[in-house]
T-cell receptor
Framework: EAQVTQNPRYLITVTGKKLTVTCSQN?????MSWYRQDPGLGLRQIYY???????DKGDVPEGYKVSRKEKRNFPLILESPSPNQTSLYFC??????????????FGPGTRLTVT | KQEVTQIPAALSVPEGENLVLNCSFT??????LQWFRQDPGKGLTSLLL?????REQTSGRLNASLDKSSGRSTLYIAASQPGDSATYLC??????????FGTGTRLTVIP
């Protein structure tokens, strides 16, 4: 089954304790991205990657790191989490369709709470 | 910077009604517009994608239109069902796969 998986789905941690949220896709998509979703703000892009070893900042990259060493994996790293990073995080992958647009596939989300 | 607005924020309708969800965006220079459905505790499911050169797309009971010049899109749902209850999000692709999302419309279809 074609899918984007994220782990963990739920995480409660404390301020300053490094954490990684993994994301993996099995569709051989070149493009992957991370979003956070907050009430009243909608989804905002954190980082994206056009291909292996190619990453770039989205709209809200502060406090986050990513890496793309393999095509299928795109982990999100919080080196020193803070309470304002409490949010619902989504990973997405996409491919360039025949119509010339990128069609997005989203993971199930990771709910992170930083105390 | 692109801003995407969805009105109304919430909508309740009786089963069987036809309904329209609205999405507006501030910058007409878009590559495409996509409508998603989000169920509680789950990710986003793509419903329809409209290329910038297209006016509308249809899938089953769903029809999405795009008026790029006026910065508007609508999602029409025909003969609504309780299973349609979810949050509907629109997103515009400003290029380089940089999506800007609205805050969504939470739809409740009452049996």
């Amino acid at each position: 089954e074609a899918q984007v998986t994220q782990n963990p789905r739920y995480l409660i941690t404390v301020t300053g304790k490094k954490l990684t949220v993994t994301c993996s896709q099995n569709m051989n998509h070149e493009y992957m991205s991370w979003y956070r979703q907050d009430p009243g703000l909608g989804l905002r892009q954190i980082y994206y990657s056009m291909n292996v070893e190619v990453t770039d900042k989205g709209d809200v990259p502060e406090g986050y790191k990513v890496s793309r060493k393999e095509k299928r994996n795109f982990p999100l790293i919080l080196e020193s989490p803070s309470p304002n990073q409490t949010s619902l995080y989504f990973c997405a992958s996409s491919y360039l369709s025949s119509g010339g647009s990128y069609e997005q596939y989203f993971g199930p989300g990771t709910r992170l709470t930083v105390t | 910077k692109q801003e995407v607005t969805q009105i109304p924020a919430a909508l309740s309708v009786p089963e069987g009604e036809n309904l329209v969800l609205n999405c507006s965006f501030t910058d007409s220079a878009i590559y495409n517009l996509q409508w998603f459905r989000q169920d509680p505790g789950k990710g986003l499911t793509s419903l329809l994608l409209i290329q910038s050169s297209q006016r509308e797309q249809t899938s089953g009971r769903l029809n999405a239109s795009l008026d790029k010049s006026s910065g508007r899109s609508t999602l029409y749902i025909a003969a609504s069902q309780p299973g349609d209850s979810a949050t509907y999000l629109c997103a515009v692709d400003a290029g380089a796969n940089n999506l800007f999302f609205g805050t969504g419309t939470r739809l409740t279809v009452i049996p």
